[in-house]
């Protein structure tokens, strides 16, 4: 274990993360609102840190990355600017202690979309633009790291689209990953100008179109406006947000496909067409169990019904309905919602569709041989059949996932916590939502979580967006061993 | 007519003494010295040792004065190869090669139309598995063959004592039955005989007729044929053949399951299968045939490898309540015992591969053969060239040998089901039921006159 190495890494994301900065800052000094005086020394501070760091951990270059080094770098390096993006929240004085700060950062870059924020509209638009761009990079980061690096570490549930999984992909893109990575963040930058010409042809400012396209591809959920979507009761934005929500709950690859005049790869993706079934059922149920109760009209339930079911199964997070107010069963599914997530390969959260859907054949694999004891079988994805060990790798995820989620809402009680937002907190945060229920739930905020169940949601958000395994590998001794 | 046949296998073997029979010239060639000694004792062929795809031993043969090389090694790969080197050495001779591969199947055409050293590419697999389909489609038939690209069906069937059929003579026949049958042979006692009107059918007789195919259903019917539609059917051995029927099936949306000893090979089933149950273990085992619901099986398909397995799940299944059995035997001598011991529909991917070829080395304009099942009579569909002795009179007045009969003739797309006063015109597709005895004639008769020369 090199930790040189790892520091190395680091600091370089340290110092872009500075660079970075200088962004906002030229957005908060148009409207000269007086947030780029805390951006600004935020984004020196980046830099002095990152080149300090980067000269001192210098090392030889070298070929060769161990799996180890891998995790720590994914793990440490999410964590700094994690801790460097909270700078400016904490400079401005808006966070009255650095927990909030960091909780706000965190949830920016792992595109959770979770607030300490009671009133938006009072926080300089500086500042609200820097918190959404880290969601919008926290995307880019989470393809690369999605399609790149998790596969070479031998977790999440995109390896499978290594060697197992006939996805309808003929050509294997591009050979080289880096090569790969730059085709895929030129579809996720294309899809994000397409979203805010979209959104500026439904009446937003040049300002709000830009802040929520930054969280709407990334599955952020960041809003400039405190009552989220719901602000601009407008059908016309609503349907534009949520067509973005699907689409970037849906493997990238894919629309690379789809962009290569293949508009059939979405139908034939066996994950895809589970994911777009999976909406469709959800989507009408709710919408069955909220007609009457809580809309009048069937039209109406239908619209709140399918932003909220889209927004919290891509683990967006916006809001156009308080589904506090709905019946348990709809609040059920919702929660429901929150474990599935979008596709592997896609920059939504959760325990990921191709993992549920394994996870549903395996158990129907294991009733069939029970009915059938010599029977010989697969549990196939696509016609193709899916090794032994991808499938321990995910029903271990699951497990270990499922843990950490009743033993943190278990600590976060302890705290004082009520029932349900204890753990619907931190089902949201762990599966990078935002939202929860009851108190965390969309017309309510962070704010009144402990300081330290700040620390443990901002931890779980890691957790959830570095798919677990990368995280919690730090607490195995045998990490450690050497 | 001069034959070389690379391998002395099953199907090279049978052919080689089908074709002595019938006084070709054949020269047999393969690389197990054993086999050459066993062919060269028991039949009237040459037989040359070494491999088949030398040229050496292709010349040593006399490819160059052969009309047909079939290449029917174990080995695509050989059988490829042997076609190539003959054509190099001799590209007048006709060059049939066998390929079992299924990644080959969509080929088959390409080879014949493009690769100009094969001449025709054969898969008796393919042909057996349309076999087991007719036989699971048409209860009770125990042989059924298409002409006409399908429009007639040529069946074999037992009558059953309480059928109303049973007792009644040929030419009232007509009055039980609604669409016409013409009826080609019948087996009794193991002795193929072409009926006149007159003869009278009895329970036992096993009846081969030919009909059209949209009225073969009300005709199955008049044989009083106990059996149930096939929506489940559990194949035991999942080698090429019952993986090849697995897939058609399931095609179909026919519950299938596959027994399967080897475990390496349900892996690998299991990998290809869609929807196909497969399970390991032995098909003869009587507790997992339980376990698996044996009595709810429409059709048991046996197609291990072993014979002597094959014949005896069969029975084990009928016993304990499948609904039918399809049975693989590749050993003529077996034939005749089946029926006695109670298994009726047999198929034989030898039987196949020598119908194949039959239809290439029958010399006019041979379109396809048939053998039934003993191996007495042949069936074939040829084209009625203008100058044939058969063409432009009567069928009473023709001079078929005694022994063979017109079963069908197609004229411009129509099936005609003929009698005795049916014309045959020149360029028509006619299909002639021939004992074996006779087949020489028939193909003298089907050829070009001499004196057209």
């Not at chain 2, 197609?410 to 006619?430: A, F, H, K, L, T």
Request: aromatic letters at 10%; hydrophobic letters at 50%; a neutral charge.
């Amino acid at each position: 274990m090199r930790w040189a190495f790892v520091f190395q890494y680091t600091a370089i994301l340290v110092f872009c993360l500075g660079l970075a900065l200088v962004v906002p800052a030229g957005v908060g000094a148009f409207y000269a609102d007086g947030s780029t005086r805390s951006l600004l020394m935020s984004a020196a501070i980046a830099v002095f840190f990152g080149t300090a760091l980067f000269l001192i951990f210098r090392q030889p270059r070298t070929e060769y990355i161990s799996q180890r080094e891998g995790m720590a770098i994914v793990a440490l390096g999410w964590t700094a600017i994690g801790f460097f993006g909270a700078l400016p929240f904490y400079f401005s004085g808006f966070f009255p202690v650095f927990a909030d700060a960091f909780f706000e950062s965190v949830s920016g870059f792992t595109t959770t979309g979770a607030s300490v924020l009671t009133d938006i509209e009072a926080v300089p638009r500086g500042l609200l633009f820097w918190r959404s761009l880290i969601q919008w990079l926290g995307g880019m980061g989470i393809i690369v790291l999605t399609i790149a690096i998790l596969p070479f570490l031998g977790v999440g549930g995109f390896q499978l689209y290594k060697a197992e999984v006939p996805t309808p992909m003929p050509d294997k893109l591009k050979p080289r990953i880096s090569d790969t990575a730059k085709l895929l963040w030129k579809v996720y930058v294309l899809f994000s100008v397409l979203e805010v010409i979209l959104l500026l042809a439904g009446g937003m400012t040049v300002y709000d179109a830009v802040c929520h396209t930054f969280t709407t591809m990334p599955t952020g959920g960041f809003s400039t406006k405190g009552l989220s979507i719901a602000h601009y009761d407008s059908l016309y934005i609503d349907i534009v947000i949520m067509g973005f929500m699907v689409i970037a709950g849906i493997n990238f690859f894919l629309h690379y496909q789809m962009l290569r005049a293949r508009p059939l790869a979405y139908w034939r993706d066996p994950e895809c067409r589970f994911y777009l079934l999976t909406l469709v059922v959800l989507i009408l149920v709710v919408s069955f169990f909220i007609n009457g109760q809580v809309y009048e009209s069937l039209g109406e339930s239908f619209r709140y019904g399918a932003f909220q079911v889209i927004s919290i199964l891509t683990t967006t997070g916006y809001a156009t309905a308080d589904y506090n107010q709905w019946s348990a069963v709809a609040q059920l599914i919702i929660l429901t919602c929150m474990f599935f997530g979008g596709s592997a390969g896609s920059t939504g959260g959760g325990m990921k569709i191709m993992r549920i859907m394994l996870c549903v054949k395996f158990c129907y694999k294991e009733l069939f041989n029970l009915v059938h004891p010599h029977s010989v079988s697969y549990v196939k994805i696509g016609g193709k059949p899916v090794s032994g060990a991808v499938i321990s790798s995910v029903l271990g995820f699951l497990a270990l996932y499922m843990g950490i989620f009743v033993l943190c809402s278990i600590v976060l009680a302890s705290m004082g916590v009520d029932f349900v937002t204890s753990f619907s907190a931190v089902a949201a945060s762990i599966g990078n939502i935002g939202p929860g229920l009851a108190l965390v739930g969309p017309v309510g905020n962070y704010s009144e979580i402990p300081y330290f169940g700040k620390w443990l949601l901002s931890w779980c958000m890691l957790l959830g967006r570095l798919e677990i395994y990368t995280v919690i590998i730090f607490l195995v001794p045998e990490f450690w061993r050497k | 007519m001069k034959i070389i046949i690379v391998g002395a296998g099953e199907v090279g073997y049978h052919i080689a003494s089908r074709m002595a029979f019938e006084n070709k010239e054949v020269v047999v060639i393969d690389r197990n010295a054993e086999a050459i000694k066993r062919l060269s004792d028991n039949l009237d062929v040459e037989a040359v040792n070494g491999s088949g795809s030398s040229p050496r031993v292709l010349k040593a043969a006399g490819i160059k004065d052969a009309e047909i090389l079939l290449a029917v090694t174990d080995s695509d790969e050989t059988n490829l190869v042997a076609c190539m080197m003959a054509d190099v050495i001799s590209p007048t001779t006709k060059k049939l090669a066998r390929i079992r591969e299924g990644d080959f199947d969509a080929y088959h055409q390409v080879f014949h139309d493009q690769a100009p050293h094969i001449d025709t590419v054969i898969n008796p697999e393919i042909e057996v598995v349309k076999s087991i389909e007719q036989f699971l489609r048409i209860p009770g038939a125990v042989d059924v063959s298409d002409f006409a690209d399908g429009k007639l069906k040529f069946v074999g069937l037992y009558l059953d004592p309480g059928s109303r059929l049973a007792g009644i003579r040929l030419k009232e026949i007509p009055e039980k039955i609604e669409p016409r049958i013409l009826v080609a042979a019948v087996v009794r006692e193991e002795e193929l005989v072409i009926p006149g009107g007159d003869f009278r059918l009895s329970a036992g007789d096993l009846v081969y007729f030919i009909s059209e195919e949209k009225g073969l259903v009300p005709i199955i019917k008049a044989f009083d044929k106990q059996a149930r539609p096939v929506r489940r059917t559990l194949i035991v051995g999942g080698g090429r053949i019952g993986t090849r029927l697995a897939a058609v099936l399931e095609k179909g949306g026919i519950q299938t399951k596959i027994i399967e000893r080897s475990a390496q090979r349900c892996s690998e089933l299991a990998a290809e299968m869609k929807k196909a149950v497969i399970i390991q273990g032995d098909g003869s085992d009587q507790r997992l045939l339980i376990e698996e619901n044996i009595r709810e099986m429409d059709a048991v398909v046996t197609l291990t490898n072993d014979e002597e397995t094959n014949i005896l799940v069969s029975l084990l299944a009928k016993r304990m309540g499948a609904g039918k059995t399809i049975t693989k035997l590749n050993k003529f001598s077996y034939f005749p015992l089946m029926p006695a011991i109670g298994i009726e529909q047999v198929v034989s991917p030898r039987l196949s591969a020598i119908n194949t070829i039959l239809q290439h080395i029958r010399r006019g304009k041979v379109l396809s053969v048939r053998t039934l099942t003993d191996e007495q009579a042949e069936v074939l569909e040829a084209e009625a060239l203008e100058t044939s002795d058969i063409v432009g009179k009567p069928l009473r007045k023709s001079s078929l040998p005694k022994g063979s009969l017109v079963i069908g003739i197609i004229r411009n797309g129509q099936v005609i089901i003929p009698s005795g006063d049916s014309v045959i015109e020149p360029g028509d597709r006619v299909i002639i039921f021939a004992k074996r005895q006779v087949i020489a004639k028939i193909e003298k008769i089907l050829m070009v006159k001499l004196e057209f020369f």
